[in-house]
């Protein structure tokens, strides 16, 4: 039985567990990340995979991270919210650990994560729709996890929706993410209930009777109970993740989309709406096999999975 | 030297050709489409094909139709503009000449044969782009031919790229095709020339003084004299060009953009700037390499070209 | 009985009438519009109102024209279809004539005529949209004609609806008269039936099969024979025209708005959705009396007769 | 010397003061504003008024609130702070204080005391923008204040500028007060330094680090330091605001815009860049005036004053 090891390295804390074959986590470990110094980081990460490979076999590692990947799975080129820029995390890990490494985009280790163990099992093209803060994407075609020319491939959250729409970190206007993520619910939450406070006094009891402590949380518990601006809120997710789903089958024709991220917790509040949007908008509908949409089946887990797993496919 | 025949099946007519394995077409034969009848139209396709074969040794045939053809290259599922409904072309086009079949749909035939041995020879990422009446798109991926899982992909005209824009014959609106084509090119002109005759005052005289005169041959030519309004319809032209470029790359990474079809022959008009928007646009410019964007280079055989290769290469 | 003399004079012809205190016209002549040279255009009014004059005993002459009147009502500023730049309208016709003269916009005339003697007796507080290929406005006010500070008030067409939208011959974008107008209709009209021209089968075997011929006609007798794409332009009207009502109860808060001009002849096709269109989107609805909507009746000849009872009441 | 009281009724207090024909307030009253019940806020305008009255001879008194006032100026048909519903505020308050009362919704109040005494002073078109949490109009025209048909004009925040744009209180979407007023500028300025938290530094950090807690004040001081983000979003409130006054030139015409509203007290900021837009867009431009654009003089007392003045002008 073969095992390797994933780590999925996010902005606060580094998670990390050896995998077998079948995905199954044999041991599970989680350290705060450091200080942003990028040796540090390395440090973090070599120590938790040589506790982690303590009286194992282990083939390889995995590691996920937020950021723009290169092509060889080597260089971290540009990571948000870390401190790396044009960062030879492939070569310093595997010199500290003494494995061989390969370095994936975190939202790409999830996709290939859900598709080998999880709501993709058995599919050949997969689009995988992360719904945190932002939008997090990762594709598999033919089977194979897609990365791109560079690398960069699968930055979903970045397609254009609306021309001159809402700013964008990212530097662009109108960005998908702006439209159908957990930030975008909280603002179009806001927004209804500085509007029409008498439609979401659920929701405002909640936050404790003021618009700006509306969170996801209110939204959706308020959403659960009937107040009419929290789902009209979820409405507008449902309606811009659905367009957004058409727009990737016009390009990518994939027999599956999944779900995932933190929004997907209360996918009960929009995915069905979300559903009958996608079916509305998707070009040559009636001349065409309707992709699947699923949730996310191994939660928090999936990129550390995933990474582990391309660690094994190398 | 093995040789392959590559059909390119238009609405008005058939166009033919014997392709060597270095691309060359050997012999070319054009035939009108005759009238929409599917037995009608395949009967000429073998007739065409035979013609072509006599006296050959002829490997396999492809087949190149505007239309949705399914993932196993057999079915022509919808065809807008022949009455091919669920049409089992190649079959029926197997049986008549003997010979293996592969039916491929038209856009990505000719993005195969610009990528084979055209603008893209060499690269691995293509995106491609034919500007017509609408816009018509073909994507290879890690060096194959993308198709997606029901053989429906690259369809990237209908991306949206207006909430609730121009309605598009797809039975969407604000489809991509509507804002960067040819047909969008002469409403734009129009629209600039109804608007503001006095800016438009050079086209407006090409095209009789009559604004529903205008077409792309007017358009052109007055941009190319510098009338101020065809100018402009080019420079939206070139932004929507430009910006869903960028799109793409979000999502796909591509290594380069190749633009043909007939508007591409007015490139010196437009494709500057579309190279402009594209770089501004583009999610994460300066910590990416930058996709190339060329022109072209097959003309109106790309499609035959591809087809035929295609075929060599079921 | 005091006569006056109303003159409306338009780009290709120039309408006059002998009009009494019951707004009767007593007497009616047509002349074409000379050329552009404005001494012509003045010679040829002169001309007209001396024969209708002649024999009778004229109080004043009141001439409407389309065009930037100054709040004097002397002056044209600027008229988009005849040559008239700073044109001293008034002082030139009355010492050919030898008779008072006001000059006003042929819009306001129109709603003067209107509220008089037509659609809009009685009502104090009247919006006055004329749909032609734009849309022309006239206000009253507290029983009065509105003309503004510098007598260019009640420009209508030319408020912003949609940002960055159409381009408009005003040389800004958007304006309402590009949506809410014969030129919208027949934009929208060849927009839907180039995209599905299926749904248009009736008004293009009207236009003889072809997009470009399609005018209002064409749209309106479609239209009424249930066509679904002429239809569907006609309910783009009504909301526009809807919407557009309803921002200009926003400021204005009328009694009653007079839908007039060529288009209003196709007003069965579209009034009721304008009205359903204005009450849903009045701002205070449910808090406020809703302004009734009705069709002009004084046809053609509203602006002579206005131009008449301004004269008289100068 | 004549003597009259005007009072400015707020949903948290009560401004009252006498005032004498010049136009100067004599004598100035602060009270909270009592709980919503109708008649104890009658009861407390009364208790102001006589206290204010004792030992003066008083003519009138002018009553200003935020609602919708019908023509008569006698009820307040509708005010969304307060438990007003078809209130008969003027026959209470008159039977509590025997004097003449007049009833004037607060932003025509502020308008005109603005046109009588402030930057309106000779004027005879003058539209009166208030600034505030949303936007509040008035309109003087020919020398009277406009009410409309039914007392509910000048309501200009309420004008749709973007189809489907953002929710309103006012149960429509899209109306100007979501793009051009205080809390737009907020909204507009978190939403950048949400995006782009590198270009907010001095307004982030003003704010405690939170976004949240960004508000006006932040907006103002870090846009006076220099911030970027807080540049850019005085400069979204400055185009908005530019393009509102062109689409009311294109109807009114007015010969001077008023600026006032706590936002006013930023004007510096936006301004000149509002005049610019104003001048770009507005339409006609060059072949007629160009209104001016004025900052109100009377802070918060003009509706006081206003108020005081339009009942000696009963």
């Given at each position: 039985m073969a095992l390797t090891i994933g780590v999925d390295i996010g902005g606060t804390k580094v998670a990390a567990g050896v995998v077998d074959d079948d995905g199954e986590i044999v041991e599970h470990m989680l350290r705060p990340t450091p200080a942003r110094e990028p040796d540090q980081v390395a440090a973090t990460i070599a120590g938790v995979v040589k506790e982690l490979a303590h009286g194992r076999?282990?083939?390889?590692?995995?590691?996920?991270?937020?950021?723009?990947?290169?092509?060889?799975?080597?260089?971290?080129?540009?990571?948000?919210?870390?401190?790396?820029?044009?960062?030879?995390?492939?070569?310093?890990?595997?010199?500290?650990?003494?494995?061989?490494?390969?370095?994936?985009?975190?939202?790409?280790?999830?996709?290939w994560g859900e598709v080998r163990y999880g709501a993709g099992r058995g599919e050949s093209h997969v689009v995988c729709i992360t719904l945190g803060t932002g939008i997090g994407g990762g594709i598999v075609l033919d089977g194979n996890l897609y990365r791109g020319r560079w690398g960069m491939g699968a930055e979903l959250?970045?397609?254009?929706?609306?021309?001159?729409?809402?700013?964008?970190?990212?530097?662009?206007?109108g960005c998908w993410e702006q439209y159908a993520s957990g930030r975008a619910l909280v603002r179009d939450a806001r927004e209804i209930a500085t509007a029409h406070p008498e439609r979401a006094a659920l929701m405002l009891e909640l936050a404790g009777g003021t618009v700006d402590d509306i969170e996801g949380e209110e939204v959706t518990e308020a959403a659960r109970k009937g107040d009419p601006a929290a789902l009209e809120a979820f409405g507008l997710l449902a309606d811009w993740l659905g367009q957004g789903m058409a727009d990737m089958a016009a390009v990518l024709d994939p027999g599956c989309f999944i779900i995932g991220g933190g929004v997907s917790r209360a996918a009960d509040l929009f995915i069905e709406r979300a559903r009958e949007t996608?079916?509305?908008?998707l070009t040559g509908g009636g001349h065409r096999p309707v992709a699947d949409i699923r949730l996310a089946e191994l939660g928090a887990s999936a990129g550390l999975v995933g990474a582990a797993d391309l660690a094994r496919l190398r």
């Open positions: 076999e282990i083939e390889a590692v995995g590691l996920g991270a937020a950021g723009f990947v290169d092509e060889t799975r080597s260089l971290v080129r540009f990571a948000p919210n870390l401190a790396w820029r044009e960062e030879p995390l492939r070569e310093k890990v595997a010199s500290l650990v003494g494995l061989p490494v390969v370095v994936e985009n975190d939202a790409n280790a999830m996709a959250g970045h397609m254009q929706v609306v021309p001159e729409g809402r700013p964008c970190g990212c530097d662009q206007r996608f079916v509305r908008t």
